[in-house]
């Protein structure tokens, strides 16, 4: 799961039985199951039922906090924790399970320990407190708590703090990994990148050679591909200031890293820091410039193929934005829902972009050409731009308001007021940089004009 997502249950766990670098199996079993097994190897089924739900809680925590932070993928691992105690907890594929360990875990599976003020699953270090010490939970200790009649969360509080509490009912869902499954760069947006400018700003006060990117904004502007160019050079990645699966992991493990958040010291992540700019998901009932983006792709991709409906481009997510979107996930071998998170999101972006880079020039004629796909700003350059200014120089020549600009394939301050004029002129949301609802009424303004609207 993505740092800008709050902690869920995880259908499944992949557990390594073996140390991380020790070539072993990896197995995968539902969360429940795991916790199980955990608890059956780490303590005893006679002791108080307080002192167990307290170790159960610890074990949880700490499995989750391996989960939320993709401790081991953001190594480069392809599993989620290991069965290794050196490392992580006890784990015993297919051993058998005390009653009372079952019934409690399946009362408590889904909640677990954060600290107050953090979102992130607490690291619930612990040991056995007899042959192994450490600065957390003590699992023989907590017998003698329980005996002293402490409840299960006094216990976790006298071992992690006053500060702590428990997130219950937490909801359960497939564990997908955080990388987006597409290349991130100069033009892209979405909750993603605000992640990624989250994390190198962070990093940059333990790196200040790494420059701080001063807008989070989940736009990936030229600040953020500086600071990504500048962080691939100091940990030897490419040095082409976009986020692969490379760079994106290495940016989770150093973010990790700095913030100690798989240790007892953790600095935690802060519920400012997962405020997603962009709506997770859309769905019937949803409105607005999001809505219209989704209806404009949509729109472009029914244009090429006939098994998607024509939908109007208004910016309200009602019954036929709901079929389309079904019938595009069922062409794409989605789950056919009307629900658009981010699979579809995804889907429905490569579709589009599959349809800009196919199209010849000569197709538009004197049309203006569809939106390219990536979001245009200040700091860029390129043909892109240079088709943005001169639609806009054309406009401008109809409505005087916006200023006269040249076309340099350069997106200067004189752009962004021009696109900010026609945004204010048109109804749409004034921010300077120019989406698909922009681009779409750009270019049907020009097409109007130079075409008498044909």
């Known amino acids: 799961m993505a740092n800008g997502d709050l902690p869920y249950i995880p259908n499944l766990i992949t557990v390594h039985l073996g140390k991380p670098d020790q070539e072993a199996q990896n197995v995968q079993v539902s969360f429940p199951d795991y916790i199980k097994s955990v608890a059956s190897s780490e303590i005893y089924p006679t002791w108080p039922e307080s002192a167990i739900r307290a170790n159960i809680y610890a074990q949880i925590s700490f499995a989750l906090n391996r989960i939320y932070t993709e401790w081991y993928r953001s190594k480069g691992y392809d599993f989620d924790i290991t069965n290794s105690t050196q490392y992580d907890q006890a784990f015993v594929y297919g051993r058998d399970i005390y009653d009372n360990i079952s019934r409690i875990v ?39 708590l329980a005996e002293q009649g402490y409840t299960p969360y006094e216990i976790l509080q006298y071992y992690y703090g006053d500060d702590i509490e428990i997130v219950r009912n937490a909801p359960i869902r497939s564990n997908i990994p955080s990388y987006p499954g597409t290349v991130l760069r100069l033009g892209s947006s979405g909750n993603e990148v605000q992640d990624i ?128 979107v079904k019938q595009f996930q069922s062409l794409y071998g989605l789950t056919a829902d009307g629900i658009v998170g981010r699979q579809t999101w995804n889907k429905l972006e490569d579709a589009y972009l599959g349809i800009v880079r196919s199209l010849p020039e000569e197709y538009y004629g004197a049309r203006a050409k569809i939106y390219p796909g990536r979001l245009l700003q200040e700091g860029m350059r390129g043909d892109d731009i240079t088709d943005l200014q001169t639609y806009l120089s054309l406009i401008g020549r109809t409505y005087t308001e916006i200023p006269e600009i040249p076309v340099t394939g350069y997106f200067g301050s004189q752009t962004a007021d021009a696109v900010r004029k026609f945004q204010e002129l048109f109804g749409i949301p004034v921010s300077g940089v120019v989406g698909p609802p922009t681009w779409n009424a750009i270019a049907n303004e020009y097409n109007a004009i130079t075409l008498g609207g044909l």
């Open 106 to 144: 399946d009362e408590i599976f889904n909640n677990y320990v954060r600290k107050q003020g953090s979102i992130e699953p607490y690291f619930t270090e612990f040991c056995n407190g007899t042959t192994v010490t450490c600065p957390g939970l003590s699992q023989w200790g907590t017998v003698s």
């Open 197 to 324: 400018q989250i994390q190198l700003n962070r990093i940059a006060d333990n790196y200040p050679s790494i420059p701080k990117i001063p807008n989070i904004s989940g736009r990936f502007d030229q600040n953020t591909e500086n600071a990504v160019r500048q962080f691939q050079k100091i940990f030897n990645l490419t040095q082409d200031g976009a986020v692969g699966k490379s760079t994106w992991y290495k940016i989770k493990y150093i973010y990790n890293s700095v913030k100690r958040l798989g240790e007892l010291s953790s600095e935690g992540i802060k519920y400012d820091e997962i405020a997603n700019v962009l709506p997770t998901v859309l769905r019937r009932g949803d409105t607005g410039n999001y809505v219209q983006a989704l209806q404009y792709y949509l729109s472009v991709i029914g244009y090429f193929n006939e098994f998607i409906p024509f939908i109007q481009i208004d910016g309200i997510f009602g019954p036929a934005t709901e079929d389309a």
